[in-house]
């Protein structure tokens, strides 16, 4: 071989180790080549692809070394079989010793996981929740006292009255001439005091003539009875003056009697006078109960009368909806009032308007719902199945949480009560009571 064969050969030789990126062809062409030397050629390429596909694989290794790792764990096994199991504890404690930081990242997770498993049942026990509530309140029914006809409505269903406008009216001729009538039998009766004060005045003047004539006739009685006895005047007379002086005496009697009447009668007259009084003002209330106002300020609700009807004493016309007083209905399981007490705050969920309202207990049960049902159970029938009751929470709202009153009976809510906050519930417990001594 020539020093030409010689070069060509190293440089295959720098080729294959990677020393060398690429061979001119060119250069390789330009003198004539045998057949042995082509085929090296070949060979050179050869080498050079294997040599860049392996050069891109260690790049490959190096930006994954996890899985390098992994590779490198797997090959170890296979060439140690069982003998893994018997490494010595000095092994593992150099894995650790290798990753520390995943080791304190694992101790944190776990640390942290405790402490948030702790906090979320804790969580969990400070609270009872029901969805079976409602908002409650007053249903006032409007109906009329007395028989009559209505000639007027002023109001509509949801229509925002306030306390004392007008409702209904009904026709007032009828209880106009009652109250004129009681008037004038008033009037009747006050103569009739004033005839027997009269009355009464004429019989004291005529048992003060009557003593008067009595006082002359018992002197003459004394008189005539001393002429008697000197035998100046006849038995006779004497007798006649007797006579006159008993009749006298009587007359007094009966005039003072009269007197008693009288002043009887008087009594008489003015009783009649109260009651031709309360005949009048209960004219007058008949009266008024012909214009029918509000008796709150509220909704109007379930409105039944209608101009022209003919309603009877007690006949309901309406329902007045007052919304400044309402509070929650909450039916807890049994098992949820373990430690369930008045005064503890209150957070409700109100599904209208989407929002979250504060409010406390108020008040716990007495009996569950079912036995104030149509029904209650006869558990001594025999035919006792036991189920877990429900009992009625009554829940009030602080007083600013509805002041625009968009809560309406009715309503649908969730409660959720912090059985276990008790700082709070001696806060709750004291703004109630202010709340209640402002009111």
């Given at each position: 071989?020539?020093?030409?064969?010689?070069?060509?050969?190293?440089?295959?030789?720098?080729?294959?180790?990677?020393?060398?990126?690429?061979?001119?062809?060119?250069?390789?062409?330009?003198?004539?080549?045998?057949?042995?030397?082509?085929?090296?050629?070949?060979?050179?390429?050869?080498?050079?692809?294997?040599?860049?596909?392996?050069?891109?694989?260690?790049?490959?290794?190096?930006?994954?070394?996890?899985?390098?790792?992994?590779?490198?764990?797997?090959?170890?096994?296979?060439?140690?079989?069982d003998d893994s199991s018997t490494r010595h504890p000095s092994d593992r404690r150099g894995v650790l010793c290798r990753r520390p930081?995943?080791?304190?990242?694992?101790?944190?997770?776990?640390?942290?996981?405790?402490?948030?498993?702790?906090?979320?049942?804790?969580?969990?026990?400070?609270?009872?929740?029901?969805?079976?509530?409602?908002?409650?309140?007053?249903?006032?029914?409007?109906?009329?006292?007395?028989?009559?006809?209505?000639?007027?409505?002023?109001?509509?269903?949801?229509?925002?009255?306030?306390?004392?406008?007008?409702?209904?009216?009904l026709d007032p001729r009828d209880y106009q001439v009652g109250v004129e009538n009681a008037q004038a039998n008033l009037a009747q009766?006050?103569?009739?005091?004033?005839?027997?004060?009269?009355?009464?005045?004429?019989?004291?003047?005529?048992?003060?003539?009557?003593?008067?004539t009595n006082v002359k006739a018992q002197l003459d009685v004394k008189r005539y009875g001393e002429l008697l006895s000197q035998a100046?005047?006849?038995?006779?007379?004497?007798?006649?003056?007797?006579?006159?002086?008993?009749?006298?005496?009587?007359?007094?009697?009966?005039?003072?009697?009269?007197?008693?009447?009288?002043?009887?009668?008087?009594?008489?007259?003015?009783?009649?006078?109260?009651?031709?009084?309360?005949?009048?003002?209960?004219?007058?209330?008949?009266?008024?109960?012909?214009?029918?106002?509000?008796?709150?300020?509220?909704?109007?609700?379930?409105?039944?009368?209608?101009?022209?009807?003919?309603?009877?004493?007690?006949?309901?016309?309406?329902?007045?909806?007052?919304?400044?007083?309402?509070?929650?209905?909450?039916?807890?399981?049994?098992?949820?009032?373990?430690?369930?007490?008045?005064?503890?705050?209150?957070?409700?969920?109100?599904?209208?308007?989407?929002?979250?309202?504060?409010?406390?207990?108020?008040?716990?049960?007495?009996?569950?719902?079912?036995?104030?049902?149509?029904?209650?159970?006869?558990?001594?029938?025999?035919?006792?199945?036991?189920?877990?009751?429900?009992?009625?929470?009554?829940?009030?709202?602080?007083?600013?949480?509805?002041?625009?009153?968009?809560?309406?009976?009715?309503?649908?809510?969730?409660?959720?009560?912090?059985?276990?906050?008790?700082?709070?519930?001696?806060?709750?417990?004291?703004?109630?009571?202010?709340?209640?001594?402002?009111?």
């Amino acid at each position: 071989m020539d020093n030409h064969e010689y070069e060509r050969i190293d440089d295959a030789h720098q080729v294959a180790n990677g020393s060398v990126a690429h061979c001119d062809k060119a250069h390789l062409t330009q003198f004539s080549l045998s057949e042995g030397q082509r085929g090296l050629y070949e060979e050179v390429e050869r080498l050079r692809f294997e040599v860049e596909h392996l050069r891109d694989q260690q790049q490959a290794l190096n930006r994954t070394p996890q899985s390098t790792d992994f590779r490198v764990s797997e090959k170890g096994e296979d060439h140690e079989g069982d003998d893994s199991s018997t490494r010595h504890p000095s092994d593992r404690r150099g894995v650790l010793c290798r990753r520390p930081v995943t080791l304190v990242l694992a101790l944190i997770v776990a640390a942290f996981l405790c402490v948030g498993g702790m906090r979320f049942w804790n969580y969990l026990q400070s609270y009872e929740w029901t969805d079976d509530a409602e908002i409650d309140g007053h249903l006032d029914p409007v109906s009329t006292r007395i028989n009559d006809t209505v000639v007027r409505v002023y109001v509509e269903n949801t229509y925002h009255v306030k306390a004392g406008q007008p409702l209904v009216d009904l026709d007032p001729r009828d209880y106009q001439v009652g109250v004129e009538n009681a008037q004038a039998n008033l009037a009747q009766a006050e103569q009739g005091v004033n005839a027997a004060e009269q009355n009464y005045e004429l019989s004291v003047a005529n048992l003060d003539a009557a003593v008067a004539t009595n006082v002359k006739a018992q002197l003459d009685v004394k008189r005539y009875g001393e002429l008697l006895s000197q035998a100046v005047i006849p038995r006779e007379t004497d007798d006649q003056i007797v006579m006159t002086g008993r009749v006298d005496a009587s007359a007094v009697n009966s005039d003072r009697a009269a007197v008693g009447a009288a002043f009887q009668k008087i009594g008489q007259a003015r009783a009649a006078v109260q009651a031709a009084q309360a005949s009048l003002d209960q004219a007058k209330l008949n009266l008024s109960y012909t214009h029918i106002v509000a008796p709150a300020t509220g909704v109007v609700d379930n409105k039944t009368v209608q101009v022209g009807q003919r309603v009877q004493p007690g006949e309901q016309l309406l329902t007045l909806v007052p919304l400044n007083d309402i509070w929650i209905t909450a039916d807890f399981r049994e098992t949820q009032l373990r430690k369930m007490r008045p005064g503890q705050p209150v957070t409700v969920h109100v599904d209208t308007t989407g929002r979250d309202y504060k409010g406390y207990v108020e008040g716990m049960p007495g009996a569950t719902g079912e036995l104030d049902s149509l029904l209650p159970p006869e558990n001594a029938t025999g035919n006792y199945v036991k189920v877990v009751q429900r009992l009625p929470v009554r829940i009030r709202l602080y007083p600013r949480e509805n002041t625009d009153h968009v809560l309406r009976p009715g309503m649908s809510v969730e409660p959720t009560v912090w059985v276990n906050d008790q700082q709070k519930t001696g806060e709750q417990r004291t703004l109630r009571v202010a709340t209640t001594a402002a009111q």
